[in-house]
C-alpha cells in the first residue's frame, strides 16, 4: 500500500464519524487520462475531503507556507501536493501542474485561490483556464456544499466534464474559460443546495 493510499484510509477513518458525506457524480470522474478537478473554496478541510472520496489520486497545489511547518512539511510531498507561491506568477509550479496533467494524472485545483470567508463563490483566477487551454485534460466541476458542522451532511458533487472545444478552438483567454469553469460550479451548488 502507498503512503498515499494508507493516508488517505487514516483521513477517511478521521472524518468518516464527524461530517456525514454524501458523494454525487464520481462515475462522472474520467476512469484514465489527465483531468483537471476544480473545485469551490469554503474551509480548510476541502483538500484533503476532495483527496479522500475522488475515485483516483489527486495531486493539489499547496501553499509553499505549508512546506515548512514541522512534520507536516515532510508529509506533504508524499500526499501528492507541490508548493505554489501565492500572490505571484509561480513558473515552476505552473510547470509541474501541466507535467501532472501531461502524464496522465489528475490535478485538483481551487480556482479562487483562497477559502471563501462567506461560503459563497468568489472570482476564479486565471491559472484554472491556463491549465484548461493549455492540456488537453478533461475539465472536472467539483462543489462542496457545507457546512462544516460536526454531525450534518457534507456534500461533494463531481460534474460532468465541460466541453472545452469551442474555448480551445477560438483561443479563448485563461479569464474567459476560468468564467465558464466557475459557472459550471455554480451550477452544481444551485442544483445541490440544501
Not at 511547518?69 to 510547470?95: C, Q, T, W, Y
Not at 463531481?158 to 485563461?174: E, V, W, Y
Request: proline content about 7%; charged content about 25%; hydrophobic content about 40%.
Amino acid at each position: 500500500m502507498s503512503f498515499y493510499s494508507f493516508a488517505k484510509a487514516v483521513v477517511y477513518g478521521v472524518f468518516k464519524p464527524i461530517y456525514r458525506m454524501e458523494v454525487i457524480g464520481k462515475e462522472n470522474m474520467p476512469k484514465e487520462g489527465g483531468v483537471l478537478l476544480c473545485t469551490n473554496h469554503i474551509h480548510n478541510f476541502d483538500p484533503p475531503i476532495v483527496g479522500i472520496v475522488a475515485p483516483r489520486p489527486v495531486h493539489f497545489m499547496a501553499k509553499e507556507e505549508l512546506f515548512s511547518v514541522p512534520i507536516l512539511g515532510r508529509l506533504v510531498p508524499h500526499l501528492n501536493a507541490f508548493p505554489v507561491k501565492r500572490g505571484m506568477s509561480d513558473r515552476e509550479a505552473l510547470r509541474k501542474g501541466l507535467k501532472v496533467l501531461k502524464d496522465g494524472h489528475v490535478l485538483g485545483l481551487f480556482p479562487e485561490g483562497t477559502r471563501s470567508k462567506t461560503g459563497e463563490l468568489g472570482k476564479g483566477l486565471a491559472g484554472a483556464g491556463f491549465f484548461a487551454l493549455r492540456t488537453d485534460a478533461a475539465v472536472v466541476p467539483c462543489a462542496i456544499i457545507g457546512p462544516y458542522k460536526a454531525f450534518s451532511r457534507l456534500k461533494v458533487v463531481f460534474g460532468h466534464p465541460i466541453d472545452m472545444s469551442s474555448l480551445r478552438n477560438n483561443k479563448a483567454s485563461a479569464e474567459e474559460t476560468t468564467e465558464v469553469i466557475m459557472n459550471e460550479i455554480r451550477k452544481l451548488i444551485e442544483a445541490h443546495k440544501k
